[in-house]
T-cell receptor, first 114, second 116 residues
Framework: DAGITQSPRHKVTETGTPVTLRCHQT?????MYWYRQDPGHGLRLIHY???????DKGEVSDGYSVSRSKTEDFLLTLESATSSQTSVYFC?????????????FGPGTRLTVT | AQSVTQLDSQVPVFEEAPVELRCNYS??????LFWYVQYPNQGLQLLLK??????LVESINGFEAEFNKSQTSFHLRKPSVHISDTAEYFC??????????????FGKGTKLSVKP
């Protein structure tokens, strides 16, 4: 299994509260991704990173920000959580972008915003 | 923009029966195609992928998928399913260009439920 951990694994928070999710990898892969998974929507890309301090928006980036200060860590922040951000969040990593390279997924973080 | 359509959201099937999970994609360029599997309360794992060459690709646990360019399809099949195959299956596509166009686009998933 690829060395990817996510923390916390479960979190319940209140509307308007800031929340930060952490993804940590031990594979030294260049690319890292944050997805959210919702019933009936599959996985949707929030943000991705193609190197330290290099990030870009995905399909559903509104309300989220990311940071990557080290190769191994990719943080996802909800500045002011809303109920619509209740979801399961997955981090993924890959050696390269596209070109058929596999993405490896972490175990997920279940976030509930009340 | 690319898109992936998984035609069935749920597929119930009896153990040892064959199954086909359908996937169609839309893209005007060459693509790479993937099937991922998600077991309950876990992350996604790669099941198989098509990059080039033979249009039939196989996984180690008996699944296979065939790339059909004319029909823009990448259906997943297994001739005899087991209870342990119960999971959600996601089809995904990326093109072979760099930049953000190389990101994976996922279908909405198909839940395979294998009954004894």
């Amino acid at each position: 299994d690829a060395g990817i951990t996510q923390s916390p694994r479960h979190k319940v928070t209140e509307t308007g509260t800031p929340v930060t999710l952490r993804c940590h990898q031990t594979e030294n892969h260049r690319y890292m991704y944050w997805y959210r998974q919702d019933p009936g929507h599959g996985l949707r890309l929030i943000h991705y990173s193609y190197g330290v301090k290099d990030t870009d928006k995905g399909e559903v980036s509104d309300g989220y920000s990311v940071s990557r200060s080290k190769t191994e860590d990719f943080l996802l922040t909800l500045e002011s959580a809303t109920s619509s951000q209740t979801s399961v969040y997955f981090c993924a990593i890959s050696e390269s972008l596209g070109q058929g390279h596999e993405q490896y997924f972490g175990p997920g973080t279940r976030l509930t915003v009340t | 923009a690319q898109s992936v359509t998984q035609l069935d959201s749920q597929v119930p099937v009896f153990e040892e029966a064959p199954v086909e999970l359908r996937c169609n994609y839309s893209s005007s360029v060459s693509v790479y195609l993937f099937w991922y599997v998600q077991y309950p309360n876990q992350g996604l794992q790669l099941l198989l992928k098509y990059l080039s060459g033979s249009t039939l690709v196989e996984s180690i646990n008996g699944f296979e998928a065939e790339f059909n360019k004319s029909q823009t399809s990448f259906h997943l099949r297994k001739p005899s399913v087991h209870i342990s195959d119960t999971a959600e299956y996601f089809c995904a596509v990326s093109d072979n260009y760099g930049g953000s166009q190389g990101n994976l686009i996922f279908g909405k998933g198909t839940k395979l439920s294998v009954k004894p």
